[in-house]
């Protein structure tokens, strides 16, 4: 491994620390072997990216990366080496390129059939078996046949991904051997766990499910959206997702769904069974991480707060991506018991990347 894979890992043109943060850091943890683990999160999982752009601005070194569900995904980039790639995607990210990985069919074991996002990751990591990475990596999801967790550390690195994002009832389930994978936020929302069991003993972990139960979006009326534009653009582009997903629906003539429709007595039914599905696993993802994070602590927890983002917001991620960035850097420097300009970056790339 290189000395700083951090820096290396983010792709750190124009990142800068001092010797004290760095020196500050391991003198805390001489020695220590470094997991960091992802958690799921949807929409708000881009905040991973800013996360480890703050670990690389303090030099913190990497040993093992653990991801459940947008978690995985973002640490198969990281552990790929195609951190940056990912991160200039998803910026460009709008509501129509999102409606185009959401593959609707045949509502059997799930609402989208997920090939156009298995050809997505395959775009933004490598395309090799895991246990091949430059950087250790497992993917965390949930074998409906036994409840047991699965931490994939070996074989192929897309079909680990695809089978931890596996959302229930949204997204078709994995068939792997004799297991039915599906999201790992089931059962390991946060994989502290994880991280430990593949050799960590200093573990590094990304909450993004702590504040988002009972939050719910500003409703917006025409005043408001005129004196905040950004909310406003918000707004709008997510009903615009919506609309092009129930037309989706529609075009779908399957008598089952007619009478789904009928019953429901709305135009937007795709909307409430997404939301149905989402809120009722956020509150079981919520209630598991307390417990996890109680009973098996990281050593240093960042918790964004991104509670306001809905599981379709995936076009928000410079907010997601800044806020990730602002809390991590909050949390390490609390860790380091370091004052902020410790953390200094050539340039101004950093205020661009926030702004």
């Known amino acids: 491994m290189c000395k700083d894979r951090a820096a290396v890992y983010y792709g750190g043109g124009g990142i800068h620390t001092t010797d004290k943060m760095i020196n500050t850091f391991h003198k805390k943890i001489p020695q220590s072997r470094v997991g960091l683990a992802l958690g799921s999160g949807s929409a708000r999982g881009w905040a991973h990216i800013g996360v480890i752009r703050a670990l690389a601005e303090a030099g913190i070194r990497v040993d093992y990366v653990a991801g459940t569900s947008v978690g995985a995904l973002v640490g198969a980039a990281y552990a790929s080496g195609e951190i940056d790639t990912l991160k200039e995607v998803v910026l460009q990210l709008d509501w129509k390129q999102i409606v185009y990985f959401f593959d609707v069919v045949l509502p059997k074991s799930g609402l989208i059939d997920g090939e156009k996002v298995s050809v997505f990751i395959g775009n933004n990591v490598k395309k090799i078996n895991i246990e091949d990475l430059p950087l250790p990596f497992c993917a965390v999801s949930t074998d409906l046949n036994?409840?047991?967790?699965?931490?994939?550390?070996?074989?192929?690195?897309?079909?680990?991904?695809?089978?931890?994002?596996?959302?229930?009832?949204?997204?078709?389930?994995?068939?792997?051997?004799?297991?039915?994978?599906?999201?790992?936020?089931?059962?390991?929302?946060?994989?502290?766990?994880?991280?430990?069991?593949?050799?960590?003993?200093?573990?590094?972990?990304?909450?993004?499910?702590?504040?988002?139960?009972?939050?719910?979006?500003?409703?917006?009326?025409?005043?408001?959206?005129?004196?905040?534009?950004?909310?406003?653009?918000?707004?709008?582009?997510?009903?615009?997702?919506?609309?092009?997903?129930?037309?989706?629906?529609?075009?779908?003539?399957?008598?089952?769904?007619?009478?789904?429709?009928q019953w429901a007595g709305m135009e937007n039914a795709l909307p409430n069974i997404f939301e149905v599905l989402v809120t009722s696993i956020n509150i079981m993802e919520t209630q598991i991480t307390a417990t996890n994070l109680k009973t098996d602590p990281p050593d240093i927890l960042i918790q964004?707060?991104?509670?306001?983002?809905?599981?379709?917001?995936?076009?928000?991620?410079?907010?997601?991506?800044?806020?990730?960035?602002?809390e991590g850097r909050e949390q390490i420097r609390r860790f380091c018991n370091c004052s902020g300009s410790q953390f200094r970056v050539h340039g101004s790339r950093l205020k661009n990347d926030e702004n």
């Open 146 to 261: 036994t409840g047991n967790e699965v931490a994939m550390q070996d074989g192929d690195i897309i079909e680990a991904v695809r089978a931890s994002i596996s959302v229930p009832g949204i997204f078709t389930p994995v068939k792997k051997d004799d297991m039915i994978l599906v999201d790992g936020g089931l059962i390991n929302p946060v994989p502290v766990s994880a991280a430990r069991d593949m050799g960590a003993d200093f573990v590094i972990a990304v909450d993004l499910n702590h504040d988002i139960v009972g939050k719910k979006a500003p409703v917006l009326s025409h005043e408001n959206m005129n004196s905040d534009k950004n909310r406003g653009k918000s707004f709008i582009e997510k009903n615009r997702l919506l609309n092009a997903l129930n037309k989706r629906v529609r075009a779908i003539d399957i008598p089952t769904l007619t009478q789904v429709r």
């Open 304 to 326: 964004p707060n991104l509670g306001y983002l809905k599981f379709l917001e995936f076009n928000r991620a410079k907010e997601a991506i800044a806020e990730g960035y602002k």
